[in-house]
Antibody, heavy 124, light 107 residues
Framework: EVQLVESGGGLVQPGRSLRLSCTAS????????MSWVRQAPGKGLEWVGF??????????EYAASVKGRFTISRDDSKSIAYLQMNSLKTEDTAVYYC???????????????WGQGTLVTVSS | DIQMTQSPSTLSASVGDRVTITCRAS??????LAWYQQKPGKAPKLLIY???SLESGVPSRFSGSGSGTEFTLTISSLQPDDFATYYC?????????FGPGTKVDIK
């Protein structure tokens, strides 16, 4: 059974950093591109970014709203994807979901598995 | 970026009703569209991909159609478990975008 479990959320002050982790199981993690999607309280879904599999260079893509502040990485030996969030703003407050692309390593495409989400609150 | 719109934003319906939700893209996305269902406090669930392909395990009362810039999600006979918010998502580019959502509630 495919499982994605996020961790690392919490309350953080504006301007500070936070790192989220996504621990995957039930599939060959290294074969898949992984993505992060967020949802502000009471709002819709916003794509944050994704990382391709090593077979596709392990490169990343980001939404304009987070580019230059957020970094996605992966450790295939541990089946973990990370979201490093720097220079956090109040508008980054959201539930952050780790997701898997249905179409393996290149990225892009529908998201067929989602974690339960972890709440990040940016507030002073 | 490609902008997505959905209509209506809220839909009130009864069990057994046929329900249709429309999603429009600001430019052609061929058939690169997915639909998701989200219930309160839960993660979204993939229902439909490539505009009309049913994800494994999703009931056949869900169907999708369309191409280019206009798409529809249809629930043929609404069930109690279907009251939720539905989102479309384009993946024509490496900068995917979601629609604002359509909430289906009980009439």
């Amino acid at each position: 059974e495919v499982q994605l479990v996020e961790s690392g959320g919490g309350l953080v002050q504006p301007g500070r950093s936070l790192r989220l982790s996504c621990t995957a199981s039930g599939f060959t993690f290294g074969d898949y591109a992984m993505s992060w999607v967020r949802q502000a309280p009471g709002k819709g879904l916003e794509w944050v970014g994704f990382i391709r599999s090593k077979a596709y260079g392990g490169t990343t893509e980001y939404a304009a709203s987070v580019k230059g502040r957020f970094t996605i990485s992966r450790d295939d030996s541990k089946s973990i994807a990370y979201l490093q969030m720097n220079s956090l703003k109040t508008e980054d407050t959201a539930v952050y979901y780790c997701t898997r692309f249905q179409t393996t390593g290149r990225g892009g495409g529908p998201l067929d598995y989602w974690g339960q989400g972890t709440l990040v609150t940016v507030s002073s | 970026d490609i902008q997505m719109t959905q209509s209506p934003s809220t839909l009130s319906a009864s069990v057994g009703d046929r329900v249709t939700i429309t999603c429009r893209a600001s430019q052609s996305i061929s058939s690169w569209l997915a639909w998701y269902q989200q219930k309160p406090g839960k993660a979204p669930k993939l229902l439909i991909y490539k505009a009309s392909s049913l994800e494994s395990g999703v009931p056949s009362r869900f169907s999708g159609s369309g191409s280019g810039t206009e798409f529809t999600l249809t629930i043929s006979s609404l069930q109690p478990d279907d009251f939720a918010t539905y989102y479309c998502q384009q993946y024509n580019s490496y900068s995917p975008t979601f629609g604002p959502g359509t909430k289906v509630d009980i009439k």
